[in-house]
Every structure is written in structure tokens, then in C-alpha cells.
């Protein structure tokens, strides 16, 4: 169970999660809520990389899912996978928490095609359908706390011991009787159905499990005989199919009351009922020492409560409430009356700009500059300034001003005016 940080939000304490508990929860939630299984679709998207993950999507015409097979499940395939190429591939789903991205994990990837055995099995199961056999209304339902359980399994084989570990291990209270049988090759089927009938004769159990480990479609064949399968539907006593590792499907499956992936989950579902009685015993003595520190922090939380209401009741508080009232309402005085000082100080100071701005003496100031500007550019284009800057002025005996050369003779005398004086010259 992820933990969260505690806020509080108008007097009610909420519990926020990081990215990262947000995140493990919904994996916990969808790897634990979506079981391994097969897919069909496309290639596309392959990509090998030098540590030898494959990475690749598989598509349809509906939809596209991310998948990745790692350097070990990819060395065991027996295929070579390439871009558009149709296949079934077996995995997991799970979540990488770093890009909060779903991906499927492949461990198994064949070419989508059936073979004879296929085929044999796909016929039978499509003939046994039809006549009823694998029907929901046939099925019956399995004793909630069986005393007696019989496992028909190979005694020497992995799954027996398996099943056993896990039933001591969840403390189940039962017994489990073992019918030895052949689980493969000529006769197993034989077998089995003959400790089918034992079981049945004795009386004594309360529900049946028959399985085996793992192994190819051949491995699985005696699973799929119809002495077998038709002998599993007429059976008096609930039968469990535990036959392979999640990834197969026989016909004893379709028609067994209940399937699970494996004998280990078979174990699981046998003692389920009795670990869940377990665990809601326990969980009710949980909820009653809960209730009880519950009841006593909600007293506790109300004789607090009705403290602070007293306290805030009491005279020496409403005076010390009326205190800060005035306070507060005579801050609220002194900064409202400095308010108005500040703006009456500010419409002051426009006034006696505007006047400022409008008086004659300032007129009269811009006028007298005005003038001695004007004063000073007619100084500077007058004839004495120009005779200051370098230049003269040539005139004739009458006094008139010379502009041209042509019209004087030779030896005509002339008044030639500088800025500092006066000079008769004569023209040669």
C-alpha cells in the first residue's frame, strides 16, 4: 500500500500522492488486473539492440501495442523476427514507471499458423462445443471449504510437490490425497480416467485436481483425448483443471468446472476461501482495536473542541477580542486620515504648478529670450559682421557699392571698406 503526504484543505485532512506512488499504483493495479496471455498482430517498428533486447510494436487495424522481449526469451525463439510478418506471441503486461508507459513483455512468439495437432484439437473441441459439453450450465460450483481434495498427477513429478508446499505454506486445514497416474505419452489418458472413477467411488473427496506441469502441445496431448475430456464432464465430484504453465489450453480446461494456469494456482484456489476466512477474522480484530482508538480520539477530538469554545466564551477573551478591535480600528484611522494628507498634499503641489506655469513673469522671460535671439541673428547677417568674418566692401566715389569688375577703367579710384577701417585703392 503506497503512502501519501497528509494537506489540510478547509479543516478536512486530504491525502495527495507523488508522481511516482500515482504511478506505482496504477501498475500494481494493471499488472495484478490483466492476466498474461496470447496477442496476434503485425511486426512493425523492430528494433535490435546491441544488448540482444528485441524491441518492436505489434499492430492491427485497430490499435498498436508496445513490446519488448529481453536478450534471454529472445535467444530461445526459434524464428527470426522481421517487419510485417504475422505472429502470436505470449507475455505480460507491465508498466515502466519512468515514462508512465505500458508495454507487454514477451516470453514466446510462434508464427501465427496451426499445425495437425492444432487442427486435431481445434476439430475435437469444436465437436465437443457443439454437443454441449464445455456449456457454463454443466459446470458445478466448487465447495467453498473442501475437507478432502484429490490431485490426479505423476507422484514423482514437480507439480505434486508444488501443490503440497503451497497448501502448508497458506496453513490450510485439509487433507490431500494424491491418485498416481500418467500425466503423458500411450495409456495416460487411460490412466487418468480410471483414477477418475476411484475417486468417484470412494466418496470421500470434496473436489478433484487433475493436472500436470508444462510442456509442448504433444506433452499435452493426453489432456486433450476425449475418453479423458468426456469422463471430466460426467464426473460427480467438482473438478479443477491445472494443466500447464499459463500459456496452454487443453480441452480438459474447457470442460473441468474450473481451470487455472498451473497446479500452484490450483493450490491457491483451494485454500483461497480458507485464507480468506483467515484473513476476515483477523481484519475484525483489526477493525475492532481501529474502532476503539477511533471512538477514544473522537472523544478526545470533542472534549478539545468544547475547550476551545469555552475558551473563546470566556470574558477575560471577548475583552481581549475588543482590544483588538479598537486596534484594528484605529490603525485603519490613522492610515486612512494619512491618506487624505497625502492626496490634499499632491492637489497643493498641481495647483502651485499649474500657477507656477501661467504666471506673466514667466512670459515676459520666454519673450525677452525670444527677442535676444531674433536680436542675435540679424547681428549675424548685418554688414559689420560680415566685414568681421573677412570679407570687404569695394565702392565707387560716389559711395556706391562695386558688385562687378566689368564697367571700371584703368586708374579709377576707388573706396575699399574693411572691418577696421577704410582704404582708397586705384584700379590698374
Known amino acids: ?60 487495424n485497430e490499435a498498436q501495442l508496445s513490446a519488448v522481449m529481453f536478450r ?20 505480460e503486461l507491465n508498466v515502466y514507471e519512468v515514462r508512465g508507459q505500458y508495454q507487454l513483455i514477451v516470453r514466446v512468439v510462434v508464427e501465427d ?33 473442501p475437507a478432502t481434495v484429490g490431485f490426479i498427477t505423476s507422484p514423482t513429478g514437480a507439480a505434486v510437490q508444488d501443490f503440497i508446499r503451497i497448501m502448508i505454506r497458506r496453513g490450510w486445514r485439509g487433507r490431500v490425497v494424491v491418485l498416481p ?41 493426453a489432456f486433450n483425448e476425449e475418453p479423458l475430456v468426456r469422463a471430466i464432464g460426467e464426473c460427480i465430484v467438482p473438478v479443477v483443471s491445472a494443466v500447464g504453465h499459463e500459456i496452454d489450453f487443453t480441452l480438459s480446461d474447457f470442460v473441468a468446472d474450473v481451470r487455472v494456469e498451473t497446479p500452484s494456482a490450483a ?8 485464507v480468506e476466512a483467515l ?15 477511533g471512538a477514544v480520539e473522537t472523544a478526545r477530538a470533542q472534549l478539545d473542541h468544547a475547550q476551545s469554545r469555552l475558551r473563546l466564551l ?27 494628507l497625502q492626496e490634499r498634499r499632491h492637489s497643493l503641489a498641481t495647483a502651485s504648478s499649474d500657477m507656477a506655469r501661467l504666471s506673466p513673469e514667466i512670459r515676459v522671460q520666454q519673450e525677452s529670450q525670444r527677442l535676444l535671439s531674433l536680436w542675435k541673428r540679424l547681428q549675424s547677417v548685418s554688414p559689420a559682421s560680415v566685414l568681421q568674418r573677412g570679407f570687404a566692401i569695394v565702392r565707387d566715389e560716389e559711395g556706391n557699392p562695386v558688385a ?19 582704404l582708397p585703392v586705384r584700379v590698374e
Not at 10 to 33: P, Q, Y
Not at 279 to 293: G, H, K, N, P, S
Open 314 to 340: 470566556s470574558p477575560s477573551t471577548q475583552i481581549d477580542q475588543g482590544f483588538l478591535r479598537l486596534d484594528d480600528c484605529a490603525n485603519r484611522l490613522t492610515s486612512i486620515m494619512a491618506s487624505q
Open 1 to 60: 500500500m503506497s503512502k501519501c503526504g497528509e494537506i489540510t484543505l478547509d479543516d478536512d485532512e486530504i491525502c495527495v500522492a507523488t508522481v511516482g506512488e500515482f504511478t506505482r499504483r496504477v501498475k500494481e493495479v494493471l499488472e495484478n488486473g490483466i492476466a498474461p496471455g496470447w496477442v496476434r498482430g503485425e511486426i512493425s517498428n523492430l528494433r535490435e539492440q546491441a544488448s540482444g533486447h528485441v524491441y518492436f510494436s505489434l499492430k492491427d
Open 181 to 221: 497416474a500418467k500425466v503423458q505419452g500411450d495409456g495416460a489418458a487411460s490412466e487418468m480416467v480410471d483414477m477418475l472413477k476411484i475417486a468417484q467411488a470412494q466418496g470421500i473427496f470434496d473436489l478433484i485436481v487433475i493436472g500436470r506441469g508444462g510442456g509442448s502441445l504433444e506433452d499435452l496431448w
Open 267 to 274: 493450490a491457491e484456489l483451494v485454500s483461497s476461501h480458507f
Open 279 to 293: 484473513e476476515r477474522v483477523e481484519q475484525a480484530a483489526r477493525d475492532m482495536i481501529t474502532e476503539l482508538f
Open 113 to 145: 499458423g496451426v499445425g495437425r495437432l492444432q487442427q486435431e484439437f481445434e476439430a475435437l473441441k469444436q465437436r465437443l462445443s457443439e454437443e454441449g459439453l464445455f456449456d457454463a450450465d454443466r459446470k458445478t460450483e466448487l465447495p467453498t471449504m
Open 72 to 91: 534471454g526469451d529472445a535467444m530461445r525463439q526459434n524464428i527470426k523476427l522481421r517487419v510485417g510478418q504475422q505472429v502470436l506471441v505470449y507475455g
Open 404 to 422: 562687378r569688375k566689368a564697367g571700371l577703367t584703368s586708374g579709377q579710384k576707388l573706396q575699399t571698406e574693411f572691418g577696421d577701417g577704410t
